[in-house]
């Protein structure tokens, strides 16, 4: 689903420059539950970001679902973004004057999806993360758990190939993070191919597949026996 | 480009800060008030002073006789002369372009004695002897019967054509008029027809106090036999008469025997020349009103870019996320600049319709306190209207273009990283 190879990243602040990912090679199969760790500085949101194709690699290959990325105009990015890739946030990033149901339906008004069946389809993932009765709610209404369900809800909504969580818990506590693990688990389950930044250990054991990053390089890569959120709710 | 979605997403997007949205609407709203008001205002001006010019055809110069100033052809300085009957016919004959010449003669006027009377009731009125042209060069709406006709003129037919002014003097309040006589210096003559000025302004009192009765009639009747007072000429539609009347005093001057040069010897007055000064001056007016309103707006529609500059900074994070769910540039730009357009545009209309209300308010205390000097039923026309929108939508698309093109500057993953 993503290969990459050799990937270089450097960002120049004035004279200095920072070089962040220092030749990163690092495949992820169709249906994988990939956590991706490290320090903070480790380059790991980098990498994210450029997985999300909202930055752009200096070197190195890039391809998903067999399309290789480069050279993108911002018009075409926003159309890959669109059908390729679900991004949850560790702060939601939800629109605070939208209600639920309008938050979910967006990625897929962007699509072009008529109004009456993006709200269907919208309603549909609403329902599969549990917050149907939630639909006309606006965020502030709605507690931190909720609003990254809510947020999952909308990552799905465009039935991506790749969702992308930056820290998906990082604001929620133990209980909640675990539930919203869970949810995470069964979309997985169900083949959705994922990958999360963590630096929380309970969460990336929660995964199938552990990357570990330091100052740019992967220094480890291994399997993990997947724990169940369910074990712990 | 406006699907319903489109709608609510900027309907949202202006509620999410209603006091704000309504203090950035009031520059433009108070900007189109200002523009449409001055406009009003100006054309009010206009129709007060234009107004003073009355119905009669702007084309249209009078000329009367004076006293010679060069002696010509053995004849003296100071000699007066008069024009007569046959000078119409050779002014029509020989000069293009005309479209009326109306010779008059006048009985009466201002302050003058009483010279009418009916039974025991008496008045002091204009008489006016005249052509059936002349209903073409000063508008009258005939409100009974009719005006005078070319075989009034040949039969030289004792009949009068009374102004409600006249009326209102001479007859009882319902009484038949037509058919009737009113003794004018002693003479008798049929009421055939009454009037009353068109749209007439100002002294509306002392135009119907007029009198008109048959040219040729009066010749006989009031001993000036064939003798003209002066004429009123008309150029047709496309020529000023400022460009004939040389041609015309020409003319008069061979037949009369006065030298070409003596320019003492015929007086007029040029309606068309006062006219088109008076009307450059308020074109001059309605271009100020014009360019000080467009300033006004302009300051309003600056207000919008501003506000939509920080609306835009706010929103950098929203625009991030939207971007990141797959919003294409062009996506975000449309949106900025149809919210800054959809703000332009209402806040004009209210600002148009308060102008409308505020006019109305205008004419509403005008028609009650009566009429006010050099000032009349301030208007604006649909085509100013019609310009101010246009000017709305223009600039509203101008004050989004900039926060439009601010907003998608950023990279998405910076717009992300900003909270």
Known sequence: MIQIKDLHKSYHMGSNSLHVLKGINFDVKEGELVSIMGSSGSGKSTLLNILGMLDEADEGQYILDNVPIKNLNEKIAAKYRNEFLGFIFQSFNLINYKSALDNVSMPLYYKGVKRKERTERAMHYLEKVGLAQWSHHLPSELSGGQKQRVAIARALASDPKVLLADEPTGALDTKTSYEVMELIQGINDEGKTILIVTHEDDIAHMTKRIVNLKDGLIIDDSPVEQIRASAHV | ?419
């Open chain 2, 1 to 419: 480009m406006f699907s319903r979605d489109r709608w609510e997403e900027i309907l949202e997007a202006l509620n999410a800060n209603k006091f704000r949205t309504f203090l950035t609407a009031f520059g433009v709203f108070w900007g189109i008030t200002i523009l449409v008001l001055l406009l009003a205002m100006t054309n009010g001006l206009k129709n007060g002073v234009m107004s003073d010019f009355g119905d009669f055809a702007t084309n249209s110069m009078f000329m009367w006789t004076q006293s010679t100033s060069k002696p010509y052809k053995g004849l003296p300085k100071g000699r007066s002369f008069s024009y007569k009957i046959d000078d119409v016919a050779a002014i029509k004959a020989q000069i293009p372009n005309l479209k009326y010449v109306s010779p008059r003669n006048q009985l009466g006027g201002f302050n003058g004695a009483n010279n009418v009377t009916r039974g025991t009731k008496t008045g002091a009125f204009e008489i006016y002897g005249d052509y059936p042209e002349y209903i073409n060069q000063q508008p009258l709406d005939i409100l009974q019967g009719r005006f005078i006709s070319y075989s009034d003129i040949n039969a030289k037919r004792k009949i009068c054509v009374i102004g409600t002014g006249v009326v209102n003097g001479l007859y009882d309040k319902g009484e038949e008029i037509l058919g009737t006589y009113v003794k004018v210096n002693g003479v008798n003559f049929l009421v055939v027809g009454t009037f009353k000025m068109s749209n007439s302004q100002g002294d509306e009192e002392q135009d119907a106090s007029t009198i008109y009765i048959p040219f040729t009639t009066f010749g006989q009747a009031f001993n000036r036999g064939e003798n003209v007072g002066w004429m009123a000429v008309t150029a047709v539609d496309g020529v000023t008469i400022t460009s004939l009347k040389q041609q015309v005093f020409n003319l008069m001057k061979s037949r009369h025997k006065v030298d070409p040069t003596d320019d003492r010897a015929i007086g007029h007055f040029d309606l068309s020349e006062q006219f088109e000064r008076v009307s450059g001056l308020f074109s001059i007016l309605s271009f100020v009103g014009y360019f000080v309103g467009a300033l006004v707006l302009m300051s309003g529609i600056i207000g919008i870019s501003n506000i939509m500059l920080i609306v835009v900074k706010e929103r950098t994070k929203e625009i991030g996320v939207r971007r990141a769910l797959g919003a294409s540039p062009w996506a975000i730009k449309s949106q900025i600049l149809q919210e800054s357009l959809i703000l332009t545009i209402l806040s004009g209309m209210v600002g148009i319709s308060f102008a409308a209300f505020v006019i109305w308010v205008m004419n509403t205390i005008l028609d009650n306190v009566g009429p006010v000097d050099n000032f009349a039923n301030p208007s604006v026309s649909m085509q100013v209207i019609f310009t101010a929108l246009i000017i709305l939508i223009v600039s509203g698309v101008l004050a989004g273009l900039i926060p439009a093109n601010s907003a998608t500057k950023m990279k998405p993953v910076d717009a992300l990283r900003i909270d």
